[in-house]
């Protein structure tokens, strides 16, 4: 008889450690920004050892990689594709944020990292860009929207999230269909 799909201790462990690992690393971004902080620090302020991160991640960025990989794909689950009415799926994608606003504040924030920004814009980008024709001369539009996105979620955080995630949902979608708007009268 097979044994019951239990996680091993190992498992266990790997999950403990990549769990300290991301608050370590959400929290030195907060306090010294991305670019400054080392492995060494990460490891340090997570108290576990180097040989650990190295058995989970290449490097810092790796380490946000996964992290953000992680995030996307839940993401997309939370906007629930086109079964969800277009307003809900804003929604969805602010609720998303908000669950994850130490992790995008950090990122995002003043003592961020220009290269989470970029990445975050090329995936956002891309999703935006399954609405568009590929043919469509209007490839602008997803560029523009990706960078007012990742604004918006600044702005947001930043500002202790002053409204709920409805509202800005629908500021956001309000903005996003004026630019795609203006596209369509090029």
């Not at 929207?145 to 007012?148: C, N, R």
């Given at each position: 008889?097979?044994?019951p799909n239990v996680p091993s201790q190992d498992n266990v462990r790997v999950r403990r450690t990549?769990?300290?690992l991301r608050e370590a690393l959400v929290e030195l971004v907060e306090e010294r920004g991305f670019d400054r902080i080392t492995v060494g620090e990460i490891t340090s302020r997570a108290m576990v050892s180097?040989?650990?991160?190295?058995r989970n991640y290449r490097d810092k960025y790796h380490l946000v990689e996964q992290i953000f990989d992680e995030a996307m794909a839940e993401l997309r689950g939370t906007m629930g594709g086109d079964e969800r009415p277009s307003g809900e799926r804003w929604v969805g994608f602010f609720e998303h944020v908000g669950a994850y606003r130490r992790l995008y504040g950090a990122l995002l924030g003043r003592?961020?990292?220009p290269w989470f920004a970029d990445r975050m814009r090329a995936?956002?980008?891309?999703?935006t860009t399954e609405h568009f024709a590929d043919d469509d001369p209007r490839?602008?539009?997803p560029s523009v929207?990706?960078?007012?996105f990742v604004q918006t979620i600044t702005w947001w955080l930043e500002h202790g999230q002053a409204m709920p995630p409805r509202e800005i949902a629908g500021r956001s979608a309000r903005l996003a269909a004026a630019v795609i708007a203006e596209?369509?009268?090029a």
């Open positions: 008889m097979s044994q990549r769990k300290l180097r040989a650990a991160f190295y003592r961020g990292s995936a956002l980008a891309a999703m490839a602008l539009v929207l990706s960078a007012m596209a369509d009268r």
